[in-house]
């Protein structure tokens, strides 16, 4: 693994975990058992490597969300299968979505970060967007970023209470206005 890649990895798990304020190049550099100067080769300022960390965040997702919906058909499955990434990510890692824990922090984030934390939410309402759109919702980009808002608050109160129970309710709750 290259050396970009590592810290990239470091700086997504700690950033979901405590945020972008709480992560110091110091604390990625002793992770990786090396001097933080040698991270300013790569990312000159932090606001750099938040703002690469959340474009590869997006990419993957994205890349991710395509992969498990390309032989669905339906829209109503093709949601379910969006929330299932979110699910996934909250159950695997026991983190929350970076775009979730960065937004919460944005009135502190460098504009760099913030701008692309902006960009991977619209890709994800656009995507959800058309879904609704094919199943006929009135208002489809209210309907994405409702989604959106109820699945990142469910995740970071599910991080609040140490359970699942919040998320799975979120969950329910748009398997129940999909009738899926």
């Known amino acids: 693994m290259d050396s970009v890649t590592r810290i990239l990895n470091i ?14 190049f110091r604390d990625i550099a002793a992770e990786m058992g090396i001097k ?3 991270l300013h080769y ?11 960390l959340v474009q590869r965040y997006s990419e993957n ?4 969300l395509n992969t498990r919906t ?15 990434i979110y699910r996934d990510s909250l159950g695997e890692n026991q983190m929350i979505c970076l775009c979730a824990m960065l937004g919460a922090e944005n009135s502190s984030l460098p504009d760099g970060v913030s701008t692309e934390v902006r960009a ?11 879904q609704y759109q094919a199943i006929g919702q009135a208002d489809p980009v209210a309907a994405a970023q409702t989604m959106i808002a109820l699945l990142q608050g469910a995740m970071i109160q599910s991080g609040l209470y140490g359970n699942a ?6 969950e329910k709750q748009i398997a129940s206005s999909l009738n899926c």
């Open 61 to 64: 997702f994205m890349a991710l």
């Open 70 to 84: 390309d032989s669905i058909t339906d829209p109503a499955e093709k949601i379910a299968a969006f929330t299932r």
């Open 36 to 38: 933080s100067a040698s």
């Open 165 to 170: 129970d919040p998320f799975r309710a979120a």
């Open 11 to 24: 700086a997504e798990v700690r950033m979901r975990r405590v945020g972008y304020n709480a992560v110091s």
């Open 120 to 130: 991977a939410i619209a890709d994800q309402i656009n995507w959800l967007a058309r």
């Open 42 to 52: 790569h990312f000159p300022k932090k606001e750099n490597l938040g703002a690469a």
